[in-house]
């Protein structure tokens, strides 16, 4: 694992944890589904341009996809 790598694991699983807090306060699915894939996405990518890309696609999509 590089740094930069375990920066950008850092960065996600920060995010994912404030959208699963946010979800489960507003009973919103796809915060939560979208939380719980940010802290679990970074322990099974270890190129730091997937997990870049994976990570933002899953950050950006509770402000694409409001239900």
Do not use: D, E, H
């Not at 960065?11 to 404030?18: E, I, L, N, Q």
């Not at 190129?47 to 239900?67: D, M, Q, Y």
């Amino acid at each position: 694992m590089t740094p930069g790598t375990l920066f950008l694991a850092v960065m996600f699983g920060s995010v994912g944890f404030g959208y699963l807090v946010y979800g489960r306060r507003q009973r919103a699915v796809v915060p939560i589904v979208c939380g719980l894939l940010l802290l679990i996405v970074p322990y099974f990518i270890g190129n730091a341009l997937t997990l870049l890309a994976i990570g933002c696609a899953l950050a950006l999509l509770p402000f694409i996809w409001k239900r």
